[in-house]
């Protein structure tokens, strides 16, 4: 069987093809790839999400060659500021934890990755409920459902009317 042409091109027809450099080839080559070899989902502080504290955070991690988590950077991107702490420490609790891969690091040599863990109150999900979506390894995003406070009290009295 036999394909017909893909691509044809009439006399005088200007045609433009996208390639990459042999220098811009190489240095996708030697780009290295970072991957997660063990993690454990991290959970919305509950305090948080009480609080109605969300934001990002922004870690940087210096990473042995043996890949555990030597170091920890983290910094807010936007503007979480009051409940920046509560935050940060449960994602560096949690992100010490994971171990990390690289292809294409020099061996035996520590290396850097950042990891950006967003935090996200919605109000659309059920209460008191958290969700955890993974885009590893450059990105983890925790949500929370609205946080019901049982204050212990009794349960309200409900009407105890009869229709005849």
């Known amino acids: 069987m036999k394909a017909g042409p893909v691509l044809r091109v009439k006399s005088g027809d200007t045609v433009e093809i996208q390639t990459l450099l042999p220098t811009e080839l190489a240095q996708e080559e030697k780009r290295p790839i970072i991957y ?4 454990e989902p991290p959970y919305y502080p509950p305090l948080a999400g009480i609080t109605r504290v969300h934001g990002i955070i922004l870690m940087t991690l210096r990473i042995g ?3 555990k988590v030597l170091a920890i950077k983290s910094e807010s991107s936007d503007a979480v500021k009051s409940g920046f702490t509560m935050l940060k420490n449960e994602a560096e609790r949690v992100m010490k934890t ?11 040599t520590p290396f ?9 109150l919605d109000d659309n999900s059920p209460t008191s409920t958290c969700q955890v979506v993974m885009d590893l390894p450059d990105e983890a995003t925790m949500s929370t459902g609205p946080i019901l406070i049982d204050h212990g009290g009794p349960p309200p009295k409900t009407s105890k009317k009869r229709s005849h």
């Open 65 to 67: 060659a043996d890949g």
């Open 98 to 108: 994971w171990t990390f891969g690289c292809v294409g690091c020099p061996v035996d």
């Open 36 to 39: 997660v070899r063990h993690w």
């Open 112 to 120: 850097e990755h950042t990891i950006e863990f967003n935090c996200l």
